[in-house]
């Protein structure tokens, strides 16, 4: 099967800006789990999305926002762009049934000058 | 709120010689952990998961065991070769939940050398 895949893998943007960051899970899964990685604050979960549902999520303002398609491909959106939404941004998908394992794709380098 | 806990290194070790990278966690419920890896510009890799008490997770030499008296899930391996050279994320998940997310450690940065 083939892995989780992102789009794009890098980017660069400037303040203000908004972004939007995509997705696919592994074939058959149904959960997209979203996380930002930072060199200050390591990984952090962002959201969690099954069924075009939004299942949980983590401590992180509003301008981060995602939503699931039917096909269960992932967006995720970060709106008024700051420097501190420098990150590397990792999408992992799971099983529907059971499992709490989590398999991430490469990610995407977003840098915010 | 749960929390992992690893030695953040760097860790430099010889070609061969054995490694173990500590790690604790606290947990309200009763979690499934895991070891991950991430090699220099990529994202993360499963490297082993245990998901209860007293199982032993591995692969690729590498082991684990779920240590609930203790609440460990120490990373071990006999003889590490420069190709580990890498980033090691400690982490788990609630069971309880199944929908929450992962909580990480900070990671631990191996450096194998020759």
């Known amino acids: 099967k083939a892995g989780v895949t992102q789009t794009p893998r890098y980017l660069i943007k400037t303040r203000g800006q908004q972004v939007t960051l995509s997705c696919s899970p592994i074939s058959g899964h149904r959960s997209v789990s979203w996380y930002q990685q930072t060199p200050g604050q390591g990984l952090q979960f962002l959201f969690e999305?099954?069924?075009?549902?939004?299942?949980n999520k983590g401590n992180f303002p509003g301008r981060f926002s995602g939503r699931q398609f039917s096909n269960s491909r992932s967006e995720m959106n970060v709106s008024t762009l700051e420097l501190g939404d420098s990150a590397l941004y990792l999408c992992?998908?799971?099983?529907?049934?059971?499992?709490?394992?989590?398999?991430f794709g490469p990610g995407t380098r977003l840098t915010v000058l | 709120g749960d929390s992992v806990t690893q030695m953040e290194g760097p860790v430099t070790l010889s070609e061969e010689a054995f490694l173990t990278i500590n790690c604790t966690y606290t947990?309200?419920?009763?979690?499934?952990l895991f070891w991950y890896v991430q090699y220099p510009g990529e994202g993360l890799q499963l490297l082993l998961k245990?998901?209860?008490?007293?199982d032993k997770g591995s692969n690729k030499g590498f082991e684990a065991t779920y240590r609930k008296e203790t609440t460990s899930f120490h990373l071990e391996k006999g003889s590490v070769q420069v190709s580990d050279s890498a980033v090691y994320f400690c982490a788990l998940s609630d069971v309880g939940g199944g929908a929450d997310g992962l909580t990480f450690g900070k990671g631990t940065h191996l450096i194998i050398q020759p």
């Open positions: 947990a309200t419920g009763y979690p499934s």
């Open positions: 999305y099954f069924s075009e549902t939004q299942r």
């Open positions: 992992a998908s799971r099983p529907s049934e059971g499992g709490y394992t989590q398999y």
């Open positions: 245990a998901t209860k008490a007293d």
